[in-house]
């Protein structure tokens, strides 16, 4: 028997344990490990709340949660409750599918004046993070800026922008969508380095903007580059950049319906927050675009903001006894193997890249190295004990673990808790969802 702790429940984690079954069968134990007493990761706290679509497949990650060898672990933080060097003597292999929760720094002066959010923050708000919950951006004022060309930060410039009706159906938390209720923002501008060509947003996810109730994109014709260059373009961006041709192209009297302006900025680099003990605009540098790099022109303009939210990339978070590539912002790994019979997988080894579904041949690559590993030697004989083991440490310390069949009691409590036409409601504390539990 293999005993195989893996320490994340999102998309990485659940596909490497369903890798893990295929590769060694009924010879396998399986214990998906996460902090929080729920499961699924950024499919709960990490995909926009209004496309419930995508968050679907975490119906295929409980098919694999409900197998006879696969064990949830919640309420267990690895590095505290219990680490690293433990959990290697308990199982066989280790495999860490922490993701990237932590937000890259935008590390320019003024970035710590209040209602400067990175996006892990401002996304988890909206989406009932625990870590988040209390967050409380202010929206109070006219402008609103974000920081980044990708599928995030459209995300993000969508969730402001929406009208009440517009969130029917979906899972946002109650305490986000009362206060964007009361939001008075009427410009969204999101800020890019570099121009049309480079950004990293997906049609269908930009497409979206042209869709909405009370807002309308625009572009700035100048931004866009001769069409004639677009063929070069791999087919989804020139899609993407297609889509911004129809942006630019939208009559101002169909902009002027609409109260709320999104603003594509291109070419502009954000270089300082501005204000005195509150957020009141940001500088920008404009560039242009040489050998695929974007470079500062000199020229220097300031955008007047109430709220900035960086949508610039994230960094997993190190956990003691494991090599950390601090430029990376990920584990230290060789295709995955860190060290014998630890390893990592999804963004916690290759950084924030990818789709959920990137993270499918990822795992089944970890679980490879795994069944490799064990038939090489490398891992020793299969005499250790695994989940008998860890649980006798867990009452030993008195640890609360949650099971997945805990955790379907907390699902059916927040769907008994929905507001009409809502899936469920999340409850935005760890307390709360232990409480479901008695």
């Not at 204000?275 to 000199?298: F, M």
Request: with cysteine; hydrophobic share 40%.
């Amino acid at each position: 028997m293999r005993h195989v702790a893996i320490i994340g429940s999102g998309p990485a984690g659940y596909y490497t344990a369903e890798a893990v079954q295929k590769a060694f069968g009924e010879e396998a134990r399986i214990d998906v490990f996460d902090c929080l007493p729920v499961p699924y990761g950024l499919i709960r706290t990490g995909v926009a709340p209004d496309h419930q679509s995508i968050k679907g497949v975490s119906r295929r990650y409980e098919q694999t949660a409900l197998s006879e060898n696969v064990r949830f672990v919640g309420n267990i933080t690895v590095g505290k409750d219990v680490t690293i060097p433990e959990l290697q003597d308990l199982y066989d292999a280790v495999v860490l599918a922490t993701g990237a929760p932590v937000d890259r720094p935008l590390d320019l002066p003024g970035d710590d004046l209040p209602n400067v959010f990175g996006s892990a923050a401002f996304v988890g708000w909206y989406n009932g993070h625990p870590q988040f919950a209390d967050l409380a951006p202010d929206l109070s004022g006219k402008t609103a800026v974000v920081i980044g060309m990708g599928n995030v930060a459209l995300d993000v410039a969508r969730i402001l922008s929406k009208s009440r009706r517009e969130f029917e159906g979906s899972d946002i938390v109650g305490h986000a969508l009362d206060l964007l209720g009361q939001s008075r923002i009427e410009r969204i501008v999101i800020l890019g380095r570099r121009g049309p060509h480079q950004i990293m947003m997906t049609p269908k996810e930009l497409g979206e903007l042209a869709k909405l109730d009370r807002a309308s994109p625009h572009v700035d014709k100048r931004d866009l580059p001769d069409e004639g260059e677009d063929a070069i373009l791999e087919p989804g961006l020139r899609k993407s950049v297609t889509l911004l041709r129809g942006f630019a192209a939208i009559p101002e009297a169909i902009h002027a319906e609409k109260p709320i302006e999104i603003e594509f900025d291109f070419f502009a680099s954000p270089k300082a927050l501005i204000g005195n003990g509150r957020l009141e605009a940001i500088e920008v540098e404009r560039t242009e675009v040489r050998t695929g790099r974007a470079h500062g022109t000199g020229e220097i303009y300031r955008i007047p903001a109430g709220l900035v939210v960086c949508c610039i990339g994230y960094r997993s978070s190190p956990i003691p006894d494991v090599p950390f590539d601090e430029r990376q912002g990920r584990f230290a790994n060789d295709e995955g193997r860190i060290m014998p019979g630890l390893y990592c997988v999804g963004w916690a080894r290759r950084g924030p890249s990818g789709t959920i579904g990137t993270n499918r041949p990822d795992g089944f690559d970890i679980a490879d190295k795994i069944a490799q590993d064990a038939a090489s030697g490398v891992l020793g004989p299969a005499n250790k004990h695994g989940r008998p083991a860890f649980d006798t440490l867990a009452r030993e310390r008195g640890l609360k673990l949650v099971t997945f069949r805990d955790w379907k009691k907390i699902e059916e409590a927040e769907e008994r808790a929905a507001r009409d036409g809502a899936p469920r409601e999340k409850f935005v504390d760890i307390g709360s969802m232990m409480k479901a539990l008695d």
